[in-house]
Antibody, heavy 120, light 108 residues
Framework: EVQLVESGGGLVQPGGSLRLSCAAS????????MSWVRQAPGKGLEWVSV???????YYADSVKGRFTISRDNSKNTLYLQMNSLRAEDTAVYYC??????????????WGQGTLVTVSS | SYELTQPPSVSVSPGQTARITCSGD??????AYWYQQKSGQAPVLVIY???KRPSGIPERFSGSSSGTMATLTISGAQVEDEADYYC???????????FGGGTKLTVL
């Protein structure tokens, strides 16, 4: 059974840093495309970042240069390092496994999310 | 940056057909996907690759795409279909994903 469990959320001051983790089970993180999606309170879904099985990474313009997606193959875990945090980064952060078919991919499995609050 | 545009809200009576649109410049060449999200829950995929329905999704959910617009249709909407619906696709490079702004469907 595919499971994704996020952790690492919490309260952080503006300008601070936080690292989110997503522990996966039931599949191998390094063999899949993995992504982060966030949702600010009362707002819509926003795609944040993706890492391909080959290691290529891509980011939304809103986080590029501040966030870094990575993985630890030995721990089968996905990470999101968030630096220079702003109030507008406050959101529930979901990790997701991408499923691919027909030459395109989408978030097929989602974690339960972890809340990040950026406030002084 | 690339954007997908959806109407903020759609309202229908039970048993009526609800249609939610999504427009984007890359949609003629990129698939559209649709997610349903109920309050406090993670999103659930209801349509993939423009018009395919995952197993377990009721047949009343269907999708189509033409030109720069994709459409999610719920035929005979039920009260339990009340939720936020998001379209999803990629930019022309295929590397950056994007969600539409979401549409709140009210069935009453």
């Amino acid at each position: 059974e595919v499971q994704l469990v996020e952790s690492g959320g919490g309260l952080v001051q503006p300008g601070g840093s936080l690292r989110l983790s997503c522990a996966a089970s039931g599949f191998t993180v390094s063999s899949n495309y993995m992504s982060w999606v966030r949702q600010a309170p009362g707002k819509g879904l926003e795609w944040v970042s993706v890492i391909y099985s080959g290691g290529s990474t891509y980011y939304a313009d809103s986080v590029k240069g501040r966030f870094t997606i990575s993985r630890d193959n030995s721990k089968n875990t996905l990470y999101l390092q968030m630096n220079s945090l702003r109030a507008e980064d406050t959101a529930v952060y979901y990790c997701a496994r991408q499923d691919c078919s027909g030459g395109s991919c989408y978030e097929g499995y989602w974690g339960q999310g972890t809340l990040v609050t950026v406030s002084s | 940056s690339y954007e997908l545009t959806q109407p903020p809200s759609v309202s229908v009576s039970p048993g009526q057909t609800a249609r939610i649109t999504c427009s984007g410049d890359a949609l003629p060449k990129k698939y559209a996907y649709w997610y349903q999200q109920k309050s406090g829950q993670a999103p659930v995929l209801v349509i993939y690759e423009d018009s395919k329905r995952p197993s377990g999704i009721p047949e009343r959910f269907s999708g189509s795409s033409s030109g720069t617009m994709a459409t999610l249709t719920i035929s005979g909407a039920q009260v339990e279909d009340e939720a936020d619906y998001y379209c999803y696709s990629t930019d022309s490079s295929g590397n950056r994903r994007v969600f539409g702004g979401g549409t709140k469907l009210t069935v009453l």
